[in-house]
């Protein structure tokens, strides 16, 4: 059992033990969902006051049925026995996305710029009874990176989910923005992205099943205001081209490339004293006039790695809470 009751993003399931790989989903006990629970009641009971067997057999298929059907749908959803890794994953977004991956039933590869943060999150997983590795690593560093899927494949023995979420941003009016802001984000964002897709991939196509998920942005597509960061959107609109690209070369041999693109989130990110000041015009900007929690954003990562999205490939999902709409 990898997972705990008190879980919180899957927590109407509750997943069995398994050592089944990615082409074998794991047998998933019916829900706690009281609803779902309710009805099984009132089935319970109508069966049990029933004396006439036709329709006592009516009503037992009905209820296999229905358990069978239910079981089957979030049985996709599993991830029991899968490797995943998760860059950026020391704080906010990747953090949540380690900590949902490692809820859904995978060995969670936690790596970092910052060594002890990632520790931190591999330790919060193990209190879960997840099994985790903390790795440091600069995903602007391409042996680093080559390192680093090394090192997961040495300890797990396989990679299924590669999660490439490391970040930066700066603000800068564009005609002042130095070489060094654009190569470094251009660096991390972009460049960083990249390698770790091609590392990961690497071992996947071997094995002819991955997925990738690149954090990119709703900074792809629309342009941030009022603060300036060329930078930034430029290198996410690149990681969704590149993960349209990937994701159509490598789909056929079983490794699907999507992005994942929030709008603001409430994360470290976002909190200089600077963009304080414009989060009130980022809420007013928002249809749903909230910051996106992290665990907002971790649903869609988990469809993306689930058997639900095996015909999905090169997308761009964005999570903006209607942001991009107006
Ligand atoms: N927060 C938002 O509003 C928002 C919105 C859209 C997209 N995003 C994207 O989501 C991702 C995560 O953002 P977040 O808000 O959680 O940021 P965050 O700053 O809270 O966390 C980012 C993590 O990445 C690590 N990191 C930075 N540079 C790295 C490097 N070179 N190598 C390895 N790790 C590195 C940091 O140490 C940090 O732990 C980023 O790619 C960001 O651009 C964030």
């Known amino acids: 059992m990898n997972i705990l009751t008190s879980s ?10 398994s050592t089944q790989n990615h082409n074998h989903l794991p047998k998933m006990a019916p829900a706690v969902d009281p609803a779902l629970e309710q009805l099984e009641a009132i089935l319970k009971e109508t069966l049990a006051s029933v004396s006439d067997p036709k329709v006592k057999e009516k009503l037992t298929k009905a209820q296999r049925s229905r358990q069978n059907r239910f079981s089957q749908i979030l049985n996709k959803f599993a991830l029991d026995g899968q490797v995943a890794l998760v860059t950026g994953g020391g704080q906010g977004i990747g953090r949540g996305i380690a900590h949902g991956l490692g809820e859904a039933g995978c ?162 990110l976002n909190r200089s004293e600077s963009l304080l000041a414009v989060r009130t015009q980022w809420l007013n900007e928002t249809p749903m006039h909230k910051l996106a929690d992290v665990d907002d954003l971790v649903g869609g990562v988990l469809y993306l790695t689930s058997g639900l999205a095996n015909f999905t490939t090169g997308l761009d999902l964005i999570m903006d809470g209607g942001f991009t709409c107006w």
């Open 8 to 17: 919180c993003h899957l927590d109407y399931y509750r997943l069995s033990s």
């Open 107 to 268: 060995k969670v590869a936690v790596a970092d710029l910052e060594l002890s943060r990632a520790e931190t999150v591999a330790a919060e997983l193990q209190a879960k009874g997840i099994q985790s590795l903390a790795l440091k690593v600069d995903v602007s560093k391409k042996q680093e990176v080559e390192d680093m899927v090394k090192k997961v494949l040495s300890t797990f023995g396989d990679l299924h989910i590669g999660v490439n979420n490391a970040g930066i941003v700066f603000h800068s009016d564009s005609e002042d923005t130095s070489e060094k802001e654009w190569t470094k984000t251009m660096d991390v964002n972009l460049n960083g992205v990249f390698y770790c897709c091609q590392a990961e991939a690497k071992h996947m196509l071997k094995k002819g099943y991955g997925r990738i998920i690149n954090t990119a942005s709703m900074s792809a597509t629309i342009v941030n205001h009022p603060q300036k960061q060329v930078a930034y959107n430029t290198s996410k609109a690149g990681v969704v081209h590149m993960s349209k690209t990937l994701g159509t070369e490598w789909c056929d041999r079983g490794v699907t490339v999507n992005c994942i693109s929030p709008g603001y989130a409430d994360t470290e």
